[in-house]
């Protein structure tokens, strides 16, 4: 397993309270991706970064902000929380566009976060 | 902007029965395709990938997809189920020189005895 961890695994919140969900990884690697997956809708990227404090935008990223102070460790906050962004969240992580690498994106186990 | 339909959202089929679940994708560039499997309460593996090269692409637990490019398809396909492999499956589309991954809506797999 590629070494990526999420914390917590399990979250319940009220509606309006600030929620910051941690993803970090062991391997090194320099990319690192926020999604969510909701019934019927796949996985949709909320969130992607490139670098230490370079981030940028997915197509579901209103109401999250994220931060990568540190190669190993990508934040997602989700500022007021609502419930709409009851779901299940994964961290994963890239080691670039190397075809040696595989262009492989690796998973971590998920944080379910429940807003109620 | 690229995406991926997965044509089916469930797929319920016997044990040893064969299965094939379909994924179309639409891009103007070209593109690596995967496929991620989820067990229940956790996370996407990868089950297997598309780089280039042959367009037949094998897993290690018996599973195979075909990329067709003219058809835009990657579909994954299994002669003998299993039922440890019910799961949900995800296709999923990477553009060349891109970094992210784009998502079908995944399709469950559900074994009967």
């Given at each position: 397993d590629a070494g990526i961890t999420q914390s917590p695994r399990h979250k319940v919140t009220e509606t309006g309270t600030p929620v910051t969900l941690r993803c970090h990884q062991t391997e090194n690697h320099r990319y690192m991706y926020w999604?969510?997956?909701?019934?019927?809708?796949?996985?949709?990227?909320?969130?992607?970064?490139?670098?230490?404090?370079?981030t940028d935008k997915g197509e579901v990223s209103d109401g999250y902000s994220v931060s990568r102070s540190k190669t190993e460790d990508f934040l997602l906050t989700l500022e007021s929380a609502t419930s709409s962004q009851t779901s299940v969240y994964f961290c994963a992580i890239s080691g670039g566009l190397d075809l040696f690498s595989g262009n492989t994106i690796y998973f971590g186990e998920g944080s379910w976060l429940t807003v109620v | 902007a690229q995406s991926v339909t997965q044509l089916d959202s469930q797929v319920p089929v016997f044990e040893e029965a064969p299965v094939e679940l379909r994924c179309n994708y639409s891009s103007s560039v070209s593109v690596y395709l995967f496929w991620y499997v989820q067990y229940p309460n956790q996370g996407l593996q990868l089950l297997l990938k598309y780089l280039s090269g042959s367009t037949l692409v094998e897993s290690i637990n018996g599973f195979e997809a075909e990329f067709n490019k003219s058809q835009t398809s990657f579909h994954l396909r299994k002669p003998s189920v299993h039922i440890s492999d019910t799961a949900e499956y995800f296709c999923a589309v990477r553009l060349q020189g891109a970094q992210k991954l784009v998502f079908?809506?995944?399709t469950r797999l559900t074994i009967n005895p």
């Open positions: 999604y969510r997956q909701d019934p019927g809708h796949g996985l949709r990227l909320i969130h992607y970064s490139y670098g230490v404090k370079d | 079908g809506q995944g």
